[in-house]
């Protein structure tokens, strides 16, 4: 990953996306944007305490960064769920300039150009995928729910079957998001997942590493280790740079993962 600034915006790329001139793509945090007061800053989120123009503002402000088609960007009402949308002609521009009925939706996929993908996140993982040989790329949101249902893993499946893409041949690049330093839970709740990615906390409390998660469901699935891209970047660590739902509670906006094929 890399950093990419344009002016007080500064966004995180995977080299290896970039390398292969098919994409626009990045992962925003909460610096620059013209949201005010709790949420300042470049929110994604309709759904939080902001105002709803600051938000549009926002997302014409990251188009103009990343060179994204602004009028085709497809938003998802993303619930926790492993639903994942293949995004048709007629959903472009969904949930942003037009109206959308993409409910219940964690991700997205599509081969189609000009048709930026965004999910949005304050501490959940995203990720960005591309098949370079296919031309096919997908946004998916993986918070805790979503990387115990399997949705990254999903993702891949769904790219194979729709598309006949070889796993082998998928970029995927891991954004900032809550890491194994930092995502506690009671003993008893982190029941649901597999003990390997579980490690002793303070106070008698258990944390969870969903990078490894994600990034262990995606070989196992036939994507090559040196195809992920990790940022490694932890949102509660650095609540400076990045919305961060457990630090900020209920007064914090959504930072985006997008990706356009040219
Ligand atoms: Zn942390």
């Known amino acids: 990953m890399y950093e990419f600034q344009a002016k007080d915006r500064i966004y995180l790329k995977s080299r290896s996306f970039s390398n292969t001139n098919l994409v626009c793509h990045g992962f925003t945090g909460r610096l620059g944007g013209v949201s005010q007061g709790n949420i300042c800053g470049l929110n994604l989120g309709f759904r939080v305490q902001d105002n709803p123009d600051s938000v549009r503002e926002n997302y014409r402000l990251v188009a103009e960064d990343l060179a994204l088609c602004y009028p085709r960007i497809v938003l998802a009402k993303q619930t926790h769920t492993d639903t994942i949308r293949l995004v048709t002609e007629a959903d472009a521009g969904k949930g942003l300039t037009a109206p959308s009925d993409i409910e219940d939706t964690d991700g997205l996929i599509t081969n189609l150009t000009n048709t930026p993908l965004m999910v949005f996140s304050a501490d959940c993982v995203p990720l960005l995928f ?4 296919t031309k096919v790329i997908a946004a998916i949101h993986a918070g805790w729910r ?12 769904m790219m194979q079957t729709h598309f006949g893409c070889d796993p082998k041949n998928i970029l995927v690049a891991i954004g900032p998001s809550i890491g194994p330093c930092c995502l506690t839970f009671d003993p008893e709740d982190a029941a649901v997942f597999p003990s390997r990615y579980l490690s002793q906390g303070e106070n008698g409390k258990v944390l969870v590493d969903l990078w490894a998660m994600n990034q262990d469901q995606l070989t196992n699935v036939g994507v090559l280790p040196q195809n992920i891209d990790q ?3 932890c949102t509660v660590c ?7 739902y457990r630090t ?3 007064h914090t906006g959504r930072q985006g993962a997008v990706i356009m094929l040219r």
Do not use: F, N, Q
Not at 130 to 133: G, I, R, T
């Open 130 to 133: 591309l098949d370079p040989e």
């Open 146 to 157: 979503g990387t115990v249902k399997g949705i990254a893993a999903k993702a891949v499946s």
């Open 231 to 233: 940022s490694k970047v």
């Open 238 to 244: 650095r609540a400076d740079r990045y919305y961060s």
């Open 248 to 250: 900020h509670k209920e």
